[in-house]
């Protein structure tokens, strides 16, 4: 398998393990967001696809986050209801969001990734530095899309039950 193959299929098995954290992080999306406001998702993902470093993602966020109070938003309700103990969780949607893409991904999947046991690339050569920083891209990317697809569901399934009359 080449080197391209061997980087997508680690990132998607890391997208694997951090799948229930983005399904949390839609779900605290669709909370504070709503249905009404599915373009601030959709220019999220749209940010994700096309930018050429993370820092314009994290950039992107930030600007949400003190443009729109929603973004500033803690998960609303019952904080035992949470299955996470993460400091960041008590924190507005965009903060979340913002903490876990530049501390969590890099420091827990990015570091997986690149361990010797697995594509062993370093992190001396500029070569590797690119290497490891596109990698850390992709791993957004995949946050991202399963954030938003947690989020679409989410906002569908509240739709959807809030037209339903009487059980």
């Known amino acids: 398998m080449n080197r391209e193959m061997q980087i997508i299929l680690e990132v998607n098995v890391q997208a694997e393990n951090f799948y229930d954290k983005a399904a949390q992080l839609g779900d605290h999306a669709a909370k504070v967001l709503g249905s009404r406001r599915r373009s601030q998702m959709t220019g999220l993902e749209n940010i994700a696809d096309s ?3 993370k820092t314009d993602i994290f950039d992107y966020i930030k600007r949400q986050t003190g443009r729109f109070p929603f973004w500033r938003q803690s998960y609303p309700g019952d904080k035992s209801q949470r299955s996470s103990n993460n400091a960041a969780d008590d924190k507005g949607f965009g903060e ?11 420091e827990i999947y990015l570091k ?7 594509l062993n690339i370093g992190n001396t050569k500029e070569e590797e530095r690119y290497e490891r920083r596109r990698i850390s891209l992709l791993l957004i990317r995949q946050f991202i899309h399963q954030m938003v697809a947690a989020y679409e569901f989410q906002v569908s399934m509240s739709n959807s039950n809030n037209g339903k009359k009487g059980a």
Do not use: F, G, M, P
């Open 112 to 118: 997986e990734i690149c361990s010797k046991d697995r």
């Open 96 to 106: 979340r969001l913002l903490y876990y893409l530049e501390k969590d991904l890099d």
């Open 51 to 53: 930018a050429l470093k």
